[in-house]
């Protein structure tokens, strides 16, 4: 392997240590609590090393809203291309949403919903504009799939948006909820199982209205 590429290599390996680093920091403190100090000495790297990757605490902090965005984008795009109907696509798409955050990226979460709202207020403008970009991106991906169905008589032609709406939301809940410690006696395949329940189903225990 050349020296250059493997220069790369271990500048992008650093690159991601100190991301991680900043994500525990910042999931835990929040973005105003956190200083480019806490950070170097929690990845083990020098400030001015912090520097030479990220200019600014503001640069680190967007770099990992992007790569967030990204992988949740990821699990979108993935679920969309499996060969099966709308709920069976929005099942994947939440297993992996759900595995993600509640395993691998506790910390993400906090960072995805809270520590946007500790800036001050040029950069949470900022800041607010992309995520509602991005945010935006992964909806119209989830709602593509609803259109789907509703095309070939799946699924009841309602609002597409709306009901993508619903779905984000009780998804964003159950995972807040249970990074917060509100007990949920069910594994993640049920709780998703559930969440679908609702959105294809309702809860009414017949399909007949209230009289």
């Given amino acids: 392997m050349a020296k250059s590429k493997r220069r790369e290599i271990i500048k992008e390996r650093h690159k991601q240590e100190i991301m991680e680093s900043a994500i525990r920091l910042f999931g835990s403190k929040g973005y105003k609590n956190t200083t480019i100090e806490e950070i170097a000495e929690e990845a083990q790297f020098s400030k001015g090393a912090i520097y030479s990757y990220f200019e600014s605490k503001k640069h680190l902090f967007d770099e990992i809203l992007k790569s967030l965005f990204d992988k949740v984008e990821s699990f979108a795009i993935e679920a969309k291309n499996i060969k099966s109907d709308a709920r069976e696509?929005?099942?994947?798409y939440a297993l992996n949403t759900m595995n993600y955050f509640l395993n691998e990226g506790k910390y993400s979460f906090h960072v995805m919903?809270?520590?946007?709202?500790?800036?001050?207020?040029?950069?949470?403008?900022?800041?607010?504009?992309?995520?509602?970009?991005?945010?935006?991106?992964?909806?119209?991906?989830?709602?593509?799939?609803?259109?789907?169905?509703?095309?070939?008589?799946?699924?009841?032609?309602?609002?597409?948006?709306?009901?993508?709406?619903?779905?984000?939301?009780?998804?964003?809940?159950?995972?807040?909820?249970?990074?917060?410690?509100?007990?949920?006696?069910?594994?993640?395949?049920?709780?998703?199982?559930?969440?679908?329940?609702?959105?294809?189903?309702?809860?009414?225990?017949?399909?007949?209205?209230?009289?």
């Fill in 89 to 92: 696509k929005l099942k994947v």
């Fill in 113 to 211: 919903m809270q520590a946007i709202m500790q800036m001050e207020a040029e950069e949470k403008e900022t800041t607010r504009a992309y995520v509602m970009e991005r945010l935006h991106q992964i909806s119209k991906i989830l709602t593509d799939i609803i259109k789907t169905d509703i095309k070939n008589g799946k699924v009841k032609n309602i609002d597409p948006n709306l009901i993508i709406m619903a779905f984000n939301g009780m998804l964003r809940d159950v995972i807040y909820g249970c990074l917060h410690g509100n007990t949920v006696n069910l594994e993640t395949d049920e709780i998703v199982e559930m969440i679908l329940e609702i959105i294809f189903e309702g809860i009414s225990k017949t399909k007949d209205k209230a009289k």
